[in-house]
């Protein structure tokens, strides 16, 4: 059985599966995403028909994924639910070279890991080095560089600025860049040769928005959001919205029209309790119905505002592992 928006939702919904090792080391490999909510946390994708699914590794899962006649299935409750196929993730994600640069940060946004990880920092030979080993698989469609902000702001954006001067010297790839914006990064990104960019509002919350990101500004953050559609232009500024902090379905369908009517185009980002932040915060995971409600609530905004998601060729929207996205799986 092929999969479906409504099955990829529950599979969404779960977050993750108990996997055989013996199939990731046949078919394809794990990755361990070091920025964001889901830092540090095992992960694998599976393709079944038009959509796509990041699971995490979970041995205590529901959800448990066998071999399959060449496929995989993936079993609830003793029945197989969908079957398809494991996916080589190159760096990241499938199809696409997804980097962290700084897998530190000075803030401390509560549902993210990354500040009590405190990961490694790439410097740019390290990342191109990086793209190099992904390109031999003749896969690779796209570059992404996503970042922790180790030091500052305005440092963070001049690096990611120098390392995309770097890699337009060897890559006539789209490149989208994913970082905490500054008053000027959009104009330095763009003119470094970025094709795509993503500043994350997280919430649209504000009273959410203030106990879950303190020392952020979420009125700064839309402000760049603008600035960013004024310079990359429609259908190429993005933005995570965590959906799971306790905003309601109203915040989410307004806060998805004021995205949209400012060339945003938002990504509804359901969230997953971090072990390492255990109890900071109180997290909902969405149920598969909210996943398929908001999204579909999504696209209809999008459309009304001339936007497509299926047009993006980086980051997030193109991989649609964690998310429903509009225009590809509704």
Not at 178 to 188: A, C, F
Not at 266 to 285: A, C, F, V, Y
């Amino acid at each position: 059985m092929e999969m479906n928006a409504e099955i990829k939702a529950l599979l969404v919904s779960i977050g993750g599966a108990d996997i055989d090792e013996s199939l990731l080391r046949e078919v394809a490999k794990t990755t361990i995403p070091s920025a964001g909510p889901g830092a540090g946390l095992e992960s694998f994708f599976i393709k079944s028909g038009n959509h796509r699914v990041r699971l995490s590794v979970n041995r205590g899962s529901p959800l448990k994924v066998i071999g399959c006649r060449g496929e995989v299935s993936i079993v609830k409750g003793g029945e197989s639910i969908v079957t398809g196929q494991l996916e080589l993730a190159l760096c990241h994600c499938p199809e696409q070279a997804y980097i962290t640069m700084s897998g530190r940060c000075i803030y401390d946004c509560k549902f993210c890991p990354v500040p009590i990880l405190r990961g490694k920092i790439r410097n740019p030979q390290e990342i191109l080095k990086m793209i190099e080993e992904a390109d031999k698989s003749g896969n690779l469609k796209a570059i992404s560089l996503t970042s922790g902000v180790a030091e500052s702001p305005q440092r963070e954006a001049g690096q990611a600025a120098q390392v995309v001067r770097l890699l337009r010297k060897h890559y006539d790839l789209p490149i989208g860049i994913s970082i905490y914006p500054t008053e000027t990064s959009s104009e330095e990104l763009y003119a470094s040769g970025a094709t795509e960019i993503k500043y994350n509002v997280e919430t649209m919350d504000p009273s959410i928005f203030g106990r879950c990101c303190p020392g952020l500004s979420l009125q700064d953050i839309l402000k760049s959001l603008g600035n960013a559609v004024e310079i990359f232009g429609k259908n190429n500024v993005s933005s995570n919205f965590i959906i799971g902090l306790g905003e309601s379905d109203n915040c989410v369908h307004e806060g998805t029209s004021h995205l949209a009517e400012m060339g945003v185009i938002p990504i509804l980002r359901p969230i997953s309790p971090h072990p390492l932040r255990s109890g900071e915060i109180n997290i909902h995971r969405p149920s598969p119905y909210r996943l398929i409600h908001l999204a579909r609530i999504a696209r209809r905004i999008l459309d009304d505002h001339g936007l497509r998601a299926d047009l993006a060729k980086t980051m997030c929207l193109p991989c649609t592992g964690c998310d429903i996205t509009p225009h590809r799986d509704v």
